[in-house]
T-cell receptor, first 113, second 111 residues
Framework: DSGVTQTPKHLITATGQRVTLRCSPR?????VYWYQQSLDQGLQFLIQ???????AKGNILERFSAQQFPDLHSELNLSSLELGDSALYFC????????????FGSGTRLTVV | GQQLNQSPQSMFIQEGEDVSMNCTSS?????WLWYKQDPGEGPVLLIA?????ELTSNGRLTAQFGITRKDSFLNISASIPSDVGIYFC???????????FGTGTRLKVLA
């Protein structure tokens, strides 16, 4: 157990629908990062939050949004889902400063049918 | 988005063989990390490197921070079947907040 909790582990939904992925960071970590990993691909950075504020944005689609709440958990909202959005979505967390790298959760596997 | 180049993309090796992989960047980094991702799981940090020329081991794994600060290397000695997975490098530049991840090296070990 890495200490980063992601729910749900699996999600199957239809095209056009909206889903919310949840992440609880490791205790004491202020930064949360979201990554998308399509089949056999690398990790695509989506967005980073630090202590409730958006800090960095990657290749996140306009249909996707995220937020970090006062208790530091984060949610990634994916709307108007398309088949191509099927992927593993990872959340990672780190302490301020990012020294020592990120701790990843076990991911949410999203399948859009 | 920006990614680091890892080589090779994938490799099949026999159990007991040594493995080498590398990661290159067009930018200078002050930190290099190596992660391993088991199938269906999140990446797990293996080794962190903070100084040019640094050589760090974790069991059968050894990683090096290249002296140009634009590359890093990971070696696995005497591979075993559980070494199967995707190995990612990640680097961070001075003054930036986030790590850039490599494209991954997919390792398959033949028993």
């Amino acid at each position: 157990d890495s200490g980063v909790t992601q729910t749900p582990k699996h999600l199957i939904t239809a095209t056009g629908q909206r889903v919310t992925l949840r992440c609880s960071p490791r205790s004491g970590d202020l930064s949360v990062y979201w990554y998308q990993q399509s089949l056999d691909q690398g990790l695509q950075f989506l967005i980073q939050y630090y202590n409730g504020e958006e800090r960095a944005k990657g290749n996140i689609l306009e249909r996707f949004s995220a937020q970090q709440f006062p208790d530091l958990h984060s949610e990634l909202n994916l709307s108007s889902l398309e088949l191509g959005d099927s992927a593993l979505y990872f959340c990672a967390s780190s302490v301020a400063g990012e020294v020592g790298g990120y701790t990843f959760g076990s991911g949410t596997r999203l399948t859009v049918v | 988005g920006q990614q680091l180049n890892q080589s090779p993309q994938s490799m099949f090796i026999q159990e007991g063989e040594d493995v080498s992989m590398n990661c290159t960047s067009s930018s200078i980094f002050n930190t290099w990390l190596w992660y391993k991702q088991d199938p269906g799981e999140g990446p797990v940090l293996l080794i962190a490197l903070y100084k040019a020329g640094e050589l760090t081991s974790n069991g059968r794994l050894t990683a090096q921070f290249g002296i140009t600060r634009k590359d890093s290397f990971l070696n696995i000695s005497a591979s075993i079947p559980s070494d199967v997975g995707i190995y990612f490098c990640a680097g961070r530049s001075t003054g930036t907040y986030k790590y850039i991840f490599g494209t991954g090296t997919r390792l398959k070990v033949l028993a």
